[in-house]
């Protein structure tokens, strides 16, 4: 239990320690339902044979995912599909196209990834695939790991010929279809090199000028496109440099993934591309075949999450499936819900404000969520501008609101609550900010079943944050105390950390964020790396999100790991290095080695036996010579006697 006697002072402390970094992505909250996944692979098919073009999404942080097209060929809408390529090998697969290989009629995978090019047969149906693995189908070619593919008849023979982008040296490579539509045949001795973009080349078949035989469009490491148009014919090749087609688009992006596909319906091909950062670029045509035109189209895949003003988020995950969904107060006095239907890494947004129908309250309310009433269901709590707080019960049908919950519990006005156990004893705290910048804290002096508020004025004393406080609390900086970030009317940011009883104020880490009016800040870990991110609410009713790149060792965890886990490093990309961090569940001896995409030993950062606990490591992006490495893609090995995890890294100079 928290000291009661102890005095609050607030220290603005020197900078010593605690540099931090954080790098803004507010594409995170992106309405659309598609994840912003890192180096994102977009890849389109029918893949439930109903005439339009369904949405298959490669990256490095996991196998594909399937978004079926639940619109049309003219307005196409993506939501979540099943899980069609739960076969797929992590390690076949960072991304992949969907074709008919063996002339059956429905719509096989080729894939790329570490382990080389891989063909998994679909042993299902046109409308329902199934897909199963055939070895060593293309085991006569030599392509390196992470082979891009991509497939179309080149010379009219009704088969499928191959293209591969090489991620090494950024060759663009073609191999004839030497067998039947039935039965594939591809050589590398039968192989040509057609064009070199640089390192990592993503080539795309498309007919964009609509003259019958296949243009290429390739992405690259840089920004930009390069486009070959042929101006031949489908027996004889001949390529023109056109890529003045695409001239401003991907140049503020990079890692830049490309397609063409029809998505309005009017045989013109549209384009989509990812890219590093992760969130879909999608550019209608609105030309025609000889000249296209690009209008971008920013709600397909993009968008914004926006509450219609004073949004004040909250994560908890509310729907019970392993991921953080968003609650958020807003302007006119109603809770917004949005579900998270990405990933851990990967979140998605849909909105189901509904149902929270029933709540109702004053202008710019605030909600805090959490199970205050012990019975597994997370209740509401909500302020308003009245200063008041209300109690909302979750009855798993609907919510209850009880009155007598906060009796007598108020403050001046701007209610901002939050729920938090503070004291450590299993039950949650209340915890609230107001229009004059206090914060006042409640102790549950009951129980996880029957909640007692008894005010601790001790907590937060005097302490004065500015208007409009809101507040969220965690560990910044995992240095094993407790900070508080606190956002006000004035655009204003502050950390403070409890140390020794006393919160000391480091401004120095959160200087360089920048916030809008009425900044409600929240806490959380949006993209599993093991430290805290920070969400910001504002006046205007959208969201923006800071990335934590900077994490401090913590010496002495307050709980020891129960599995293994390798965290994605951070910052990834990356330059000059990269935080790497594990958790090991029992002692025993691991290594933690850099490979190059060639599967070549870079450097060995870890060879020796550990206790149980979590470990923090950095690569420098130096070889065992001590020499700095080429830009590039890197895979970090983590093995044990019994477990092996792998994580890609791109390094930047």
């Not at 996991?62 to 619109?71: A, D």
Request: glycine share 10%.
């Amino acid at each position: 239990m928290l000291i009661r006697s102890l005095q609050i002072l607030i220290i603005v402390a020197a900078s010593v320690g605690y540099s931090q970094s954080w790098q803004q992505n507010d594409n995170v909250f992106n309405p659309s339902g598609i994840p912003s996944l890192p180096f994102s692979q977009p890849r389109f098919a029918d893949m439930d044979n109903d005439g339009d073009q369904d949405l298959i999404l490669g990256s490095i942080s996991e196998t594909p995912r399937y978004f079926i097209n639940t619109g049309s060929v003219t307005i196409p809408h993506f939501e979540v599909g099943a899980d069609i390529f739960a076969p797929v090998l992590e390690l076949d697969c960072e991304l992949g196209v969907c074709i008919d290989l063996d002339n059956d009629g429905d719509l096989d995978f080729i894939s790329g990834g570490y382990s080389g090019l891989q063909f998994y047969e679909n042993t299902g149906s046109p409308e329902s695939a199934t897909f199963l693995r055939i070895a060593d189908f293309f085991s006569d070619l030599d392509l390196g790991s992470n082979p891009v593919p991509h497939m179309a008849d080149m010379d009219g023979d009704d088969d499928q010929d191959l293209v591969i982008g090489y991620s090494e040296g950024g060759q663009v490579r073609y191999f004839q279809n030497l067998g039947t539509p039935e039965d594939a045949i591809f050589l590398q001795s039968e192989s040509e090199d057609w064009f070199d973009v640089g390192l990592y080349a993503y080539p795309w078949f498309s007919d964009l000028d609509i003259d019958g035989d296949m243009d290429i469009l390739i992405g690259r490491d840089g920004y930009g496109f390069y486009y070959y148009r042929n101006d031949g014919n489908e027996t004889e090749w001949i390529w023109t440099d056109a890529s003045s087609q695409f001239t401003g688009l991907g140049n503020d992006t990079y890692w830049n993934s490309p397609c063409l596909v029809d998505l309005t319906g009017d045989n013109l091909q549209d384009l989509v591309f990812g890219s590093a950062s992760g969130p879909l670029n999608y550019y209608a045509n609105t030309g025609n075949a000889e000249n296209a035109e690009w209008t971008a189209v920013p709600t397909l895949f993009g968008g914004v999450l926006d509450v219609g003003g004073a949004s004040n988020p909250v994560f908890i995950d509310f729907d019970d499936d392993g991921d953080f969904d968003l609650l958020s107060g807003s302007q006119l006095g109603d809770i917004k819900y949005y579900e998270n239907t990405g990933t851990m890494v990967g979140p998605a947004w849909t909105a189901n404000h509904g149902i929270f129908n029933s709540i109702d309250h004053s202008i710019y309310s605030a909600v805090a969520a959490g199970d205050i009433s012990g019975d597994g269901l997370l209740d509401l709590v909500v302020g308003d501008l009245s200063g008041n707080l209300f109690y909302h019960r979750n009855t798993g049908s609907g919510f209850v609101y009880e009155s007598a919950m906060f009796t007598g519990i108020g403050v001046s006005g701007w209610s901002s609550p939050r729920l938090f156990d503070l004291d450590s004893d299993q039950d949650l705290d209340l915890i609230i900010g107001d229009e004059n910048g206090g914060i006042s804290y409640f102790e549950n002096t009951g129980n996880v079943i029957e909640a007692q508020w008894t005010e601790d004025p001790s907590l937060f004393g005097d302490l004065d944050v500015g208007s409009n406080a809101v507040i969220t609390l965690g560990d910044v900086n995992l240095d094993g105390n407790l900070d508080m970030i606190t956002g006000n009317l004035f655009h204003e940011i502050r950390l403070f950390s409890l140390e020794r009883d006393v919160w000391v104020e480091h401004s120095e880490i959160v200087w360089e964020i920048t916030a809008g009016q009425n900044a409600s800040p929240a806490l959380v870990d949006l993209n599993a790396d093991g430290d805290l991110d920070l969400a910001l609410g504002n006046y205007e009713g959208t969201f923006n999100y800071f990335e934590n790149l900077t994490i401090v060792s913590v010496d002495k965890p307050k709980e020891y790991p129960q599995q293994v886990h390798l965290y994605a490093a951070y910052p990834n990309p990356f330059n000059p290095s990269t935080n790497i961090q594990f958790d090991l569940e029992k002692t025993e001896k691991i290594s933690l080695q850099i490979y190059n995409i060639n599967g070549k030993l870079v450097k060995t950062l870890l060879n020796q036996q550990l206790a149980q606990g979590t470990y923090h490591y950095s690569w420098d992006a130096t070889n065992t010579q001590a020499e700095v490495v080429p830009s590039g893609v890197y895979l970090l090995v983590f093995q044990s006697k019994t477990t092996t995890l792998t994580r890609r890294l791109l390094f930047l100079k």
